[in-house]
């Protein structure tokens, strides 16, 4: 089935009451073609669109990865401001590329230490979490990314490392904060 880059349907009412504007758009159908790039998994697979087409006649809108984040992303952040909205999105397109880097060629018992340190972390009330109980947590959601959306299959493209490497990780951090 043919994805195309553009605001999934389940998004079209939230733009018809104003909850998402024209910078958000145009934001959310970048990460849509983002997402799908790197993905090399399907998000649904055919077996399960077309068991859900017999039964009603119908794909459902979010069969993609790209699909998923950017519905996902529109739902839970429509409200913040356009400047704090391309925070996140840039946040996700930079854990995206770290993934990939992180987990790239890396042994299986790399990826369990990973899952184990980030259950110890998670089996402590968030409240408490030291900063690598945080980044114990994080590095498990990255290690999830790599593994669900199939990241590492297809070379990291050039320009992603160059806009990754030129990245300022403390400009990001700052207007996440404010």
Known sequence: ME??????PELFE????????????LG?????SLVDSYATKPFVENEKLEEIKAKFGVYPDIISWGDYFQTEIASRYFDETDERFKT???TIRF???SANLIFAGKPDNFRDRVRSEALISKS????LWSFENEENVHLEILLDYYENLGLGEKPLPTSERIWYEGFDLNELQHRAVV
């Open 3 to 8: 994805q195309k880059s553009e605001l999934n």
């Open 14 to 25: 939230m733009v018809r009451t104003g909850k998402l504007s024209s910078s958000k758009i």
């Open 28 to 32: 959310l159908i970048h990460l849509k």
């Open 88 to 90: 996140i999105l840039e």
């Open 95 to 97: 854990d995206l590329v």
């Open 124 to 127: 402590i009330d968030s409240y």
